[in-house]
């Protein structure tokens, strides 16, 4: 494992994202979206997905220049068209937008069809938080989840995010898909030579498929699935998981009327097509409820609280959404991005074909 300096991999990204043709200031964007991750230890959607973009654009299914098309636009709501272009540049834009229409009427929603992967939803929701409001955002995906009971792969991994500004060192910052786990998660298990746990995904029969990197493969030709939040039965909440995916997908394709599940599969005629996922993104202006102050708070203080609650035997610790990821952060910022071996030949790779020096891995 070698530890690179965040400035380097933030800058290394950037380049790549200039040198497939996306706009300097967009590319600034994307490469910041996804460092957050890396800083966050979500090192599934860091330096580690960058990959996924760089193939997606030189496929033809994701365009770098990002052109948005505004379909209705009232007060306190948007609608857009993102036309295939770069996730995070859209997903920026648009909580901004949510962000200055709450300023003005309390409250401020976008939604949006035709667009690309965004990244961790968290980055969006924090933009909320650093402006004194709640955030949120969903997201649909390509279809790999089944309903409650059923095998075929349907619902994307949908993510739900909430974010909201606290007393604390940190917000409270909810971001997590509504499987138990996602394919990002799989693909860095493969680059990491490690199994994937059993509960994780299933195949036809309904049993646990534990090789990674045949995984990835039966989850693209649908001979494998993920399994939704609380299992695949219902008395272990499974139907909670279904549930709270299918809100998702709601949210993100029929106030935009957007393409959803088996529509997202990025595939038309067995041929690579954009995937057009559906996002949804909603800023909420504390000051229009209650003082900003009295809200962080109260917030600090269920945080607090929960913190505080007795131990199961054993465990020493209770964490809070968004605590973890705010510590990770100091660590990387001192130590480095994690770059193992596997992700080192990615890297190496898009240097070459792109003309990037790869001496700083070295």
């Known amino acids: 494992m070698k530890y690179v300096p965040?400035?380097?991999?933030?800058?290394f990204m950037k380049d790549v994202f200039v040198k497939l043709g996306v706009p300097?200031?967009?590319?600034?964007?994307?490469?910041?979206?996804?460092?957050?991750?890396?800083?966050?230890?979500?090192?599934?959607?860091?330096?580690?997905?960058?990959?996924?973009?760089?193939d997606r654009i030189l496929q033809g299914i994701q365009k770098p220049k990002t052109c948005i098309d505004v379909i209705q636009y009232k007060k306190a709501t948007a609608v857009w068209d993102g036309n295939h272009g770069m996730g995070h540049v859209?997903?920026?834009?648009?909580?901004?937008?949510?962000?200055?229409?709450?300023a003005e009427y309390g409250m401020g929603s976008v939604a949006v069809r035709n667009s690309t992967h965004?990244?961790?939803?968290?980055?969006?929701?924090?933009?909320?938080?650093?402006?004194?409001?709640?955030?949120?955002?969903?997201?649909?995906?390509?279809?790999?989840?089944?309903p409650l009971n059923g095998f075929t792969p349907l619902l994307g991994t949908n993510p739900i995010c909430f974010g909201a500004p606290s007393d604390e060192p940190y917000p409270f910052l909810y971001d997590a898909a509504t499987s138990i786990s996602q394919r990002g998660k799989i693909e860095q298990l493969e680059r990491e030579e490690k199994?994937?746990?059993p509960s994780w995904a299933i195949n036809r029969q309904g049993e646990g498929v534990t090789d990674s990197s045949q995984l990835l493969v039966d989850l693209v030709e649908k001979k494998a699935a993920?399994?939704?939040?609380?299992?695949?039965?219902?008395?272990?909440?499974?139907?909670?998981?279904?549930?709270?995916?299918?809100?998702?997908?709601?949210?993100?394709?029929?106030?935009?009327?957007?393409?959803?599940?088996?529509?997202l599969k990025g595939k038309e005629h067995e041929k690579p097509a954009p995937y057009r996922l559906g996002h949804f993104f909603m800023a909420l202006d504390i000051s229009s409820?209650?003082?900003?102050?009295?809200?962080?708070?109260?917030?600090?203080?269920?945080?607090r609280t929960l913190k505080n609650a007795e131990k199961l035997p054993g465990r020493n610790k209770i964490c809070i959404a968004g605590e973890k990821e705010y510590y990770r952060e100091q660590?990387?910022?001192?130590?480095?991005?994690?770059?193992?071996?596997?992700?080192?030949?990615?890297?190496?790779?898009?240097?070459?074909h792109l003309d990037i020096p790869g001496d700083f891995l070295t």
């Open 6 to 11: 965040v400035e380097t991999i933030e800058r």
């Open 24 to 54: 300097e200031d967009d590319a600034k964007t994307c490469a910041e979206v996804l460092i957050t991750s890396d800083l966050r230890g979500i090192e599934s959607h860091g330096i580690g997905r960058l990959k996924m973009y760089y």
């Open 90 to 102: 859209i997903g920026v834009k648009a909580m901004q937008t949510a962000i200055d229409k709450a």
């Open 118 to 146: 965004y990244g961790i939803a968290g980055y969006y929701a924090l933009m909320a938080v650093k402006n004194n409001m709640i955030g949120l955002t969903f997201t649909n995906a390509r279809p790999s989840c089944p």
């Open 195 to 197: 199994s994937t746990p």
């Open 226 to 263: 993920l399994v939704p939040l609380g299992g695949i039965e219902e008395e272990t909440g499974g139907h909670k998981g279904y549930g709270l995916s299918t809100m998702v997908e709601i949210l993100c394709a029929a106030l935009q009327e957007g393409s959803f599940l088996y529509q």
């Open 289 to 303: 409820y209650i003082e900003p102050a009295r809200c962080r708070e109260i917030t600090g203080s269920i945080m």
């Open 331 to 352: 660590e990387v910022r001192r130590q480095g991005v994690p770059v193992n071996a596997n992700l080192e030949k990615k890297i190496l790779d898009m240097c070459r």
